[in-house]
């Protein structure tokens, strides 16, 4: 069974202090790794997929990463309009189209 | 502009009573998905339909139902047997080509 595990559940960060949110997965045969965000009361926005080990992509002040077992959602310098909900999920080969989520991680920037 | 529209935002269902929440896309996407949110809990899988006229239950289906008649549509029934409805209901739709789902806003369902 495929499972997906998001670390910490919040987060507060003063505006400019940088950090990471973590993902450890276990997922048969990944075939991908997404990162999504969502703001309360609103439906997931995605973000990043990421494919396979050592694979890295950025969008504004996000970075996601992945190896094998984990993937990292890096934010650099944030802003208060990052304060969000970042929802990781997985897919592998033997769940088709499916996703599994993790809990997510509650982002709270502070000016 | 192509997406997925989720309606009621709000919903309110009396005790014993079915209700159908509408989920419809113009994304030409084969795939549609229903997931539950709640509090402190990630995103639970419902019901998910690869094609026209099939679908799966997901990892929750027990006290719901669904139908795909025509590739846009994919509409859930919250039925009286499920005893604890209250939560966030969203929809998603997704190609094979890339397995990122696009999520439409939502529908927030509460018990009265």
């Known amino acids: 069974e495929d499972q997906v595990t998001q670390s910490p559940e919040a987060l507060r960060l003063q505006e400019g202090e940088s950090s990471s949110l973590n993902c450890s997965y276990t997922?048969?045969?990944?075939?991908?790794l997404f990162w999504y965000r969502q703001d309360p009361g609103k439906g997931p926005e995605f973000l990043f997929t990421l494919y396979s080990a050592g694979e890295e992509k950025e969008k504004e002040r996000l970075k996601a990463t992945l190896t094998k077992k984990e993937s990292f959602l890096h934010i650099t310098a944030p802003k208060p309009e990052d304060s969000a909900t970042y929802l990781c999920a997985g897919s592998g080969w033997t769940s088709g189209s499916r996703l599994t989520f993790g809990e997510g991680t509650q982002l709270t920037v502070n000016p | 502009d192509g997406g997925i529209t989720q309606s009621p935002k709000y919903l309110f269902r009396k005790e014993g009573q079915n209700v159908t929440l509408s989920c419809e896309q113009n994304?030409?996407?084969?795939?549609m998905y229903w997931y539950r949110q709640d509090p402190g809990q990630g995103l639970r899988l419902i019901y998910y339909?690869?094609?026209?006229?099939?679908?799966q239950k997901g990892d929750i289906a027990e006290g719901y139902s669904v139908s795909r008649e025509k590739k846009e549509s994919f509409p859930l029934t919250v039925t009286s047997a499920q005893k604890n409805p209250t939560a966030f209901y969203l929809c998603a739709s997704s190609t094979d080509r890339d397995y990122g789902y696009t999520f439409g806003s939502g529908t927030r369902l509460t018990v009265v």
């Open positions: 997922v048969s045969g990944l075939r991908g």
């Open positions: 994304l030409n996407h084969d795939a």
């Open positions: 339909s690869q094609i026209v006229n099939d679908f």
